[in-house]
């Protein structure tokens, strides 16, 4: 199996996803949807942006590499009535069955850059996008202070290095390869912006330890890193670490969670 569908099957991301729906529709409300838009959720997962996009009117095609996330997103389709949303499953290194000049705005939120050919990404994206339409990434940064990136960090220390050849998704975190990799797929310097921008991971019902154990449950890279743990003895270390990192940056009082992290918003003018 393609070791990336592995990873995102393995758990169920729709567990953490939970706790960024607010976040997901205030990102969307700035993208200036509007009805009738032709839109691409590129690693959509089930919906986190896919839905408020539905809602603003957009036609939108989610698509992303688990099976079971794609399920999951046609069914809260189904469950919204939204006729104007439908998820189908495929790889953003190769958007097969997807024609040229397809989208006016083709958005990938914390999802293409987990995927192995960052170059292909590229070229994929703007081959689907309309001329004068737009590309919106949203990309962890590594070695951010914030929760994600440290997520990710403290998970990989705990892991087996990567393969030979492997490329870090948090490569596209770093504003020079953004540029390199749309130029290397035609786009020029001037069409591309960048800015940082923040995502909140919300829930009234779980507190930082909670949330911790949700993403060992349910999100891939964490499951690995805790499968790794347990064969070294390791397992109460990582826990701690994950959930020290957690409640230091839990900002909600009084009950509940509110964690904020920062990402690098990519902007294409195709």
């Not at 939108?60 to 189904?78: F, Q």
Request: aromatic content about 8%.
């Amino acid at each position: 199996m393609n070791p990336n569908k592995a990873l995102w099957e393995k758990g169920d991301f729709t567990a953490i996803a939970a706790t960024m729906r607010e976040a997901g529709e205030s990102f969307v409300g700035t993208l200036g949807v509007v009805p009738g838009m032709k839109v691409l959720d590129l690693g959509c997962g089930d919906g986190t942006t896919a839905v408020p996009l539905a809602h603003l009117g957009a036609d939108v095609t989610g698509i992303d590499i688990a099976s079971n996330l794609v399920a999951a997103g046609n069914r809260r389709a189904a469950d919204l009535g939204l006729r104007n949303l439908s998820f189908q499953e495929g790889d953003a290194c190769h958007l097969d069955g997807v024609a040229d000049h397809t989208f006016d705005l083709s958005l990938s939120v914390f999802g293409a850059m987990f995927a192995p050919k960052p170059v292909d990404v590229a070229k994929e994206l703007v081959r689907v996008t309309k001329p004068g339409g737009r590309i919106v990434m949203g990309n962890w940064i590594p070695n951010d202070p914030t929760f994600v990136a440290q997520v990710l960090k403290i998970s990989s220390a705990f892991t087996p290095p990567p393969p030979e050849g492997f490329i870090s998704p948090m490569t596209w975190g770093v504003e020079a390869n953004v540029v390199d990799r749309f130029e290397q797929a035609g786009v020029a310097r001037a069409a591309i912006s960048m800015q940082k921008n923040t995502f909140v991971f919300r829930s009234w019902q779980m507190s930082p330890a909670e949330l911790v154990q949700v993403f060992r449950k349910f999100y891939g890279p964490t499951m690995n890193a805790f499968e790794a743990a347990e064969k070294n003895g390791r397992t109460e270390e990582l826990n701690d670490q994950l959930v020290a990192l957690a409640e230091a940056q839990n900002v909600k009082a009084g009950g509940g969670t509110e964690i904020q992290a920062t990402f690098l918003q990519v902007t294409v003018q195709v």
